[in-house]
């Protein structure tokens, strides 16, 4: 039986989300907008909705096979998917192998400098705040999660880290970072959002050439190819 869609519970720069007839599912609907450095940089990229839905659907699936529960229920159609109903914590939650991005600048590392083990970091959702970076004691204190539940995702986002790093390598891709949420459901922690190239950095692993949403944000151009790319390689 195919959900129908009722209100509109929220729209973020990315998605909408919808309320369902069941109380405990969403449908989630992808958009081409895109968005960088909070908001400042607004475009839009073709095609972004279905890469988007296609690839989370698919990294959702492969997470499941290896025991990771994930937000994800079933597509609908090329932009829209149905998933669980979660109270979002409101942490982003970025694992990093190679450094990029933030942590290159603020470190004053070189762009593509391997870590020899994965770093985890954890960055306040607010957007009055610019997303700030806050550590286990700030999540703590701030109670945006009790400590079993941070210690549940840290092991969560390291086992994700090494299935989706091997997944990409196959396909030639190197997975140089990504951004995870996490929100509570039925008294456990589940993996929600996305997962595409909005949220990850993926280099082809023979010509470092970056194939993720830093085309946009630095005008690289290839933006809607680079995205199809990923996509194509995703689901080969
Ligand atoms: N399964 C889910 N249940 C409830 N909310 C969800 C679920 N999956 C994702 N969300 C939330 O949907 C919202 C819309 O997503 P989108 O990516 O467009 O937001 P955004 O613009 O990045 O803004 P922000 O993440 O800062 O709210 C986000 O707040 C996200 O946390
Ligand atoms: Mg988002």
Not at 94 to 105: D, E, F, H, Q, T
Not at 186 to 215: A, F
Request: charged letters at 35%; one cysteine or more.
């Amino acid at each position: 039986m195919n959900p129908t869609k009722g209100a509109l519970r929220y729209e973020g720069k990315a998605k909408k989300v919808y309320e369902t007839e069941d109380q405990q599912y969403f449908i989630v609907s992808y958009k081409t907008d895109a968005t960088a450095f909070d908001g400042k940089k607004k475009g839009s990229i073709d095609g972004k909705d279905r890469v988007n839905n296609l690839m989370s659907a698919k990294l959702f699936q492969v997470l499941e096979a290896e025991g990771i529960r994930t937000h994800f229920e079933k597509v609908l159609d090329d932009h829209e998917m149905l998933v669980k109903r979660l109270k979002i914590i409101p942490v982003e939650v970025i694992v990093r192998n190679l450094a990029a991005g933030g942590m290159a600048k603020k470190l004053g590392l070189e762009e593509g400098t391997a870590l020899f083990k994965p770093v985890v970091e954890y960055c306040l959702k607010s957007d009055e705040l610019s997303d700030p970076m806050i550590n286990e004691d700030h999540i703590a204190v701030l109670k945006l999660a009790s400590e079993e539940e941070i210690t549940k995702i840290k092991e969560m986002a390291l086992k994700i880290n090494e299935v989706l790093r091997g997944f990409f390598e196959k396909r030639e891709l190197t997975l140089v970072d990504f951004k995870l949420e996490f929100g509570r459901f039925d008294g456990d922690v589940i993996l929600g959002d996305e997962i595409s190239p909005d949220t990850c950095r993926l280099w082809d692993r023979k010509t470092g050439e970056r194939l993720d949403k830093d085309r946009f944000r630095r005008d690289l151009g290839l933006v809607e190819e680079s995205y199809q790319e990923v996509l194509k390689r995703v689901l080969a």
